[in-house]
């Protein structure tokens, strides 16, 4: 399995500002939502842990499929690993 260098807060961060970005473009090309991703993420930051937060009790179908205990150990990791400062480009 790949293990991205990039903290899941980060790129949860850089959704939701994609999805922001995209809808303020109106047709405005990839390269401006890139930039505006990499410029606004940190401000969406509050939004992904909240993010991380509701997964931190899985649903059944969750559940059935893995380890609830390295599930709950690898949110809580993800969550308190946000609270560090902001991994720089």
Known sequence: MPISNMP???RVARVL???AARRQAHGTDDEAVNRTV???WPQFTDNAIEVLKTLR???ATMAQAGN???WQSMIGAAIDG???PPRTP
């Open 8 to 10: 899941i807060a980060e």
């Open 17 to 19: 500002a994609a999805q």
């Open 38 to 40: 990499d410029e606004t």
């Open 57 to 59: 009790e899985p649903d």
């Open 68 to 70: 609830l205990v390295n």
């Open 82 to 84: 946000a609270a560090g």
